[in-house]
């Protein structure tokens, strides 16, 4: 019997779809690789890495008023990491340096600090970490360390906390730091995620439970990894968190739903289970996937070989094999709250709804499923325009562009 279907949705829901959660090459239309543009009818500027350039020309699809759309708001005034001469700054949404490039690697801004790399010289790194010469850190919208670099790994801030990693004993562990780099909790778990609802999940000999922000175990270490990845069991979200309890036999009951007292609402029946989002959750039951809502009860039947979770009432799915392209083994398009499918099954790759548009293998649509903008390159990191720009890779050079196609940020190393 031809295992490819099962094991395709598995991979895909677990985020091995193809090229990946984090990245999507847009191979068309193609253009010449001497000027990097985002599509054919974008001019790079000449000069200057910020651009004034206009919008797309000849662009005849209509893009979501931003004012009507829902909006993610990550930042009051969001900063984006950027590289030049080796070095890592930030700019902001109007392409202006605003951090000077002086960091080894930089990630995006979480609740108003940013995760950098690099050499603080009030701090010396310790002899037993992997990064001997540079640490991990948090700096401030203005730059400023707000812990020193000496932090083997570390997680965005989420709820006030973040979670670092540090080796002192020989062995890596990981606590948690607040806004002023203070260490909160200190590091005893062997993994951790971040803070969601007030609660996060932590990894003691080999099980996992819940911690609150004092670092009290609120519920009591008792859950096996994410099947198929050795990956935490997934944070709260609507109440609800989706686990399997661990079995000493080796033997999966499944996964089920749990409230903030550690309690089964949902009983562990499924073969794979999202977090819930927009009020429901996507949930495999054999080899398909449909959707329940909390009592647990299945308002969108099991059809799909692929399904996602749900982000501006929108989700992905897929329903049928494509046996004629291997390289696209499963046809995606989007369905509503009520199972009504809004975007026929014609893209090899999605991804959320986000500002009111989603990124695929043709570029990014809206939700008519028109395409709206063809960016030539590889869009990296997050693939919305959650934090207003979205960051392109033409030539393993990076640049941003704002959701007319607009570059606001030249590619540069």
Not at 105 to 119: D, L
Request: net charge neutral; charged share 15%; with cysteine.
């Amino acid at each position: 019997m031809n295992q490819t279907p099962k094991r395709f949705a598995l991979f895909c829901l677990l985020g091995f779809c193809l090229a990946g959660l984090l990245a999507i090459v847009i191979s068309e239309p193609k253009i010449s690789r001497s000027q990097p543009q985002p599509a054919a009818t974008i001019a790079l500027p000449a000069t200057s890495p910020t651009s004034s350039a206009g919008p797309v020309a000849g662009q005849t699809l209509a893009v979501p008023d931003p004012a009507k759309v829902t909006r993610p708001s990550p930042a009051a005034n969001p900063l984006y990491p950027i590289k030049l001469n080796g070095k890592f700054g930030y700019i902001n949404v109007a392409g202006q340096v605003v951090i000077p490039p002086q960091f080894e690697e930089a990630r995006f801004f979480s609740e108003g600090m940013a995760a950098v790399r690099g050499n603080d010289p009030t701090v010396k790194p310790a002899a037993t970490s992997r990064y001997r010469q540079a640490q991990w850190g948090f700096i401030n919208l203005q730059g400023q360390w707000i812990t020193g670099a000496e932090f083997d790994q570390v997680k965005p801030f989420s709820e006030g906390l973040a979670a670092v990693q540090i080796n002192s004993t020989g062995s890596s562990l990981w606590g948690f730091v607040n806004k002023t780099g203070q260490m909160v909790i200190p590091p005893a778990y062997t993994e951790v995620e971040s803070f969601q609802e007030g609660l996060a999940a932590v990894e003691i000999d080999r099980q996992w439970g819940y911690i609150d922000s004092s670092g009290s175990m609120k519920i009591q270490p008792q859950f096996a990894p994410t099947a198929g990845r050795n990956e935490p069991p997934h944070s709260f979200s609507e109440g609800l968190a989706a686990v399997m309890p661990a079995q000493s036999n080796g033997r999966s009951s499944g996964y089920g739903y749990i409230n903030f007292a550690g309690e089964f609402v949902i009983q562990p029946s499924y073969r794979l289970a999202l977090p819930f989002s927009n009020g429901l959750a996507a949930v495999m039951v054999r080899d398909k996937f449909g959707f329940i809502d909390p009592t647990g009860a299945m308002v969108i039947q099991p059809q799909f070989q692929m399904a996602q979770q749900f982000s501006e009432n929108l989700a992905q799915i897929a329903f049928d094999q494509n046996p004629d392209d291997r390289r696209c083994p499963y046809l995606q398009g989007y369905i509503d709250k009520t199972g009504r499918t809004t975007i026929a099954p014609q893209f090899c790759l999605t991804r959320p709804f986000s500002a009111g548009l989603a990124l695929t293998d043709r570029g990014f649509i809206n939700k008519s499923g028109q395409v709206v903008l063809k960016p030539d390159g590889v869009v990296e990191g997050e693939s919305s325009f959650g934090r207003g720009l979205v960051q392109i890779a033409v030539d393993r050079k990076v640049g941003y562009v704002d959701r007319t196609g607009r570059y606001i940020w030249q590619p540069t190393e």
